[in-house]
Every structure is written in structure tokens, then in C-alpha cells.
């Protein structure tokens, strides 16, 4: 799944694009890096280099798919890969790394 983020449009646009992909995880940027942290502020915490982002923001993000028991269990799953590898932080979310376009 990729959340896209448009800081080119006011205000900036986020979306969740491939949200059954749980194999993939990452923040597609496009516009202004300085406008991005605060587009991003409601899905967690931006350290300059990754956006960790939180499984409630992704659910509001992905709307009347989150209340698939299906979807949510593969969440559930990819956070758990995730904190596996080290990818969680001491808050629950997950870090993606930013492909900025």
C-alpha cells in the first residue's frame, strides 16, 4: 500500500493508493518538501527521513475497507511483520519510507 501525498494542491491531498497490497509500504510525495510535514501530521510523525505512520490513520484512509474483518486481519499481520524487523516505533507506527516524485 502507498500513501500518496500531494502538497501541489491546498489543502494537501492524501490518499491510499493499492490498499490490499500489505506487501508494500511507503509514502509517495510529490510538491513542496517543506509544505510535507505538515501534510503528513495526522498520520503520525515525520523525522525527516520516514513517516511513521499510524495503523488508525491508515484505517481512516482506506474508509469502508477498513471495516472488512478480512483487510483489517491483514493489517494486523503487516504491523506485526513490521514490528519484527524493527519497523515500529515505541508508539505503534509503522515507518515508510518517502519516495519523493
Known amino acids: ?6 502538497t501541489t494542491t491546498s489543502p ?3 490518499s491510499l493508493d493499492d490498499p490490499e497490497n500489505f506487501g508494500a509500504f511507503a509514502v509517495a510525495a510529490t510538491g513542496s ?6 501534510a503528513v ?3 503520525g510523525r515525520f523525522d525527516g527521513e520516514h513517516v ?3 495503523p488508525d490513520a491508515l484505517r481512516a484512509l482506506a474508509g469502508a475497507l477498513a471495516q472488512d474483518d478480512t483487510w483489517a486481519t491483514k493489517l494486523d499481520g ?4 513490521a514490528e519484527k524487523h524493527g519497523w ?3 508508539d505503534g ?8 516524485r
Open 41 to 43: 501530521a495526522g498520520l
Open 33 to 38: 518538501r517543506d509544505a510535507f510535514s505538515d
Open 88 to 90: 515500529v516505533d515505541g
Open 78 to 81: 503487516m504491523v506485526s511483520y
Open 52 to 54: 511513521f505512520v499510524r
Open 93 to 100: 507506527a509503522i515507518r515508510a519510507h518517502i519516495d519523493w
Open 1 to 6: 500500500m502507498i500513501i500518496t501525498v500531494d
Open 12 to 14: 494537501p491531498l492524501l
